[in-house]
């Protein structure tokens, strides 16, 4: 079992669309978790991070951490032809490197 | 936010011949340096982590004789494919720890480096 797990998809979604993201881990250790968003041929830039359990919310995008069941999601309101990119969930313990998950690729459509 | 460059993005080289892939960080020191390779549809998969001043660690499978990687200052990392192959086609990929918060990290990421090898 990988320590953290990601459906590839792809998520094809409408425009408008809620779109939830979602990953699975083992590691009970990971307290920081983060969303990674990668267009095409080019390197992911961090979209947000959150601090153990709980929400956080910037602009359309909102990211929650259930540590107690080892699932973490990030929704995206009002979703944009823009928004279509890979997102690629990450998670550490502290100072250390990050463990990715595999990433989703999001299609919006007009 | 922190400012990783990566270069160059895209090079074709012949089969047999080396290529060097330079990764800085612009605005802010970074002890550790990592690399990875990305396969098409495929997560970051990391080849080595690149310390400052000392040796790197490679991933299990890594050819370290292969993927040369050289961290000589605080800002510069680079990592040199030494007698490439067609199978070294890929997507190289580089980030810098840089400070998050108090206690955490963030990886901070390079535009990538597409090889191929003809």
């Known amino acids: 079992q990988k320590e953290v797990e990601q459906d590839p ?4 979604v409408p425009e408008g669309a809620i779109v939830s993201l979602n990953c699975t881990y083992s590691n009970s250790a990971f307290q920081y978790f983060m969303w990674y968003r990668q267009y095409s041929r080019k ?8 601090y153990s359990s709980g929400n956080k919310e910037d602009g359309r995008f909102t990211a929650q951490v259930d540590k107690s069941s080892k699932y973490i999601s990030l929704f995206i309101r009002d979703s944009q032809p ?13 100072s250390y490197i990050p463990t990715f998950g595999r990433g989703t690729s999001l299609i919006v459509h007009p | ?7 160059p993005s895209r090079v074709i080289c012949k089969s047999g011949t080396s290529v060097k892939i330079e990764c800085r960080s612009l605005d802010f020191q970074a002890t550790t340096m990592f690399w990875y390779r990305q396969f098409p549809k495929q997560s970051l998969m990391l080849m080595a982590t690149s310390n400052e001043g000392s040796k790197a660690t490679y991933e299990q499978g890594v050819e370290k004789d292969k993927f040369l990687i050289n961290h000589a200052s605080l800002t510069l990392s680079t990592l040199t494919v030494t007698s490439a192959h067609p199978e070294d086609s890929s997507f190289y990929i580089c980030s810098a720890l ?3 918060g108090a206690e955490n990290t963030e990886a901070f990421f390079g535009q990538g480096t597409r090889l191929t090898v003809v």
């Open chain 1, 82 to 94: 823009s928004d279509s990119a890979t997102y690629l969930c990450a998670m550490s313990r502290g």
């Open chain 1, 9 to 12: 998809g792809p998520l094809s």
């Open chain 1, 43 to 50: 390197g992911p830039e961090l979209l947000m991070y959150t």
């Open chain 2, 1 to 7: 936010g922190a400012v990783v460059s990566q270069h």
């Open chain 2, 98 to 100: 840089g400070a998050l």
